[in-house]
């Protein structure tokens, strides 16, 4: 499968950004991810994290489309867990999707 197409989850919350390569242009559906996390973050009674995601992400008609929603949605959340922990890495970016020597997929993600 070739992934030729990058969303990037901008840094926030002094945690890293990220890229991901999709094997399709779904940049909309995780834009849309990110918007909504970062919505229910600020409106404090913004009702059930996962009920919130759930009833936007299946609006959309490729399952490509929803699991690049789900990225960029948990990647947002992830991102201001982690600035509360204070622990993660330091400012340089993460890239996802993409091979690195020696690591797997999971040593590049922020781990809190």
């Known amino acids: 499968m070739s992934k030729g197409v990058v969303a990037y989850l901008p840094s ?9 390569a999709w ?8 834009n ?6 970062q919505s229910w973050l600020d409106n404090a009674c913004g009702g059930w994290l996962w009920a919130v995601m759930i009833a936007e992400r299946d609006l959309l008609p ?5 699991r690049a929603f789900e990225v960029g949605f948990l990647g947002r ?10 622990s993660g890495p330091s400012a340089a970016d ?6 690195q020597p020696g690591r ?9």
């Open 62 to 66: 490729r399952a490509i489309d929803r």
């Open 12 to 20: 926030h919350d002094g945690q890293p950004g990220a890229e991901i």
């Open 23 to 30: 094997a399709a242009d779904c940049r909309e559906a995780f």
């Open 32 to 37: 849309r991810g990110v918007k909504l996390a």
């Open 77 to 86: 959340v992830h991102q201001r867990l982690c600035s509360h922990q204070g």
């Open 104 to 112: 797997s997929l999971a040593g590049t993600a922020c781990r809190c």
């Open 94 to 99: 993460v890239v996802l999707g993409a091979p």
